[in-house]
T-cell receptor, first 115, second 114 residues
């Protein structure tokens, strides 16, 4: 069964460093998402992406964040200058279509630890 | 804006007993509601969803949920817990106007005792 994959599973970085989290969505999906979950808190929407553009972003997704689909398979989330509060589990998801009727398939997550 | 509240961050059930996970939502427009499950070291997997068809929704692994508009609830149940049901469960809401954005509850971790 097709699945969303994410690398690395765990990333440790120092405050102020740039990190890139990588995701490979399901191959025929067109819509891509990033969510994050700070330890002990809710899973929060960050951004959605379609046709090489951001469709929607949350207030969390400020100028320190960017997303890119550099080739036909990868979808990346870059944090330009990490802060301690960026420590969280980051989930990538993809869906075939837009709207609530389309299931979002989630990857296993990347745990980011900023020290 | 939409929101979801899950009552109980941890639930412990005996194997064979009823599993009941509570979810209440807030939305000013008709909602779409979802239950996801997360097993250790895995991604969130969709258990079931309500998309304005039948109010009683059946999902995978014997789970079902009932949409009750009057109570703004979407509680998840399973008649008989199995050891393999030990996981974290998330309720989520979306609306047409919000595109694909899912708004999640805080999650409920289920422990199944033999």
């Amino acid at each position: 069964e097709p699945e969303v994959t994410q690398t690395p599973s765990h990333q440790v970085t120092q405050m102020g460093q740039e990190v890139i989290l990588r995701c490979v969505p399901i191959s025929n999906h067109l819509y891509f998402y990033w969510y994050r979950q700070i330890l002990g808190q809710k899973v929060e929407f960050l951004v959605s992406f379609y046709n090489n553009e951001i469709s929607e972003k949350s207030e969390i997704f400020d100028d320190q964040f960017s997303v890119e689909r550099p080739d036909g398979s990868n979808f990346t989330l870059k944090i330009r200058s990490t802060k301690l509060e960026d420590s969280a589990m980051y989930f990538c998801a993809s869906s075939e279509g837009t709207g609530p009727a389309y299931e979002q398939y989630f990857g296993p997550g990347t745990r980011l630890t900023v020290t | 804006a939409q929101s979801v509240t899950q009552l109980g961050s941890h639930v412990s059930v005996s194997e064979g007993a009823l599993v009941l996970l509570r979810c209440n939502y807030s939305s000013s427009v008709p909602p779409y509601l979802f239950w996801y499950v997360q097993y250790p070291n895995q991604g969130l997997q969709l258990l079931l969803k309500y998309t304005s068809a039948a109010t009683l929704v059946k999902g995978i692994n014997g789970f079902e949920a009932e949409f009750k508009k009057s109570e703004t609830s979407f509680h998840l149940t399973k008649p008989s817990a199995h050891m393999s049901d030990a996981a974290e469960y998330f309720c989520a809401v979306s609306v047409e106007a919000a595109g694909n954005k899912l708004t999640f509850g805080g999650g409920t971790r289920v422990l199944v005792k033999p």
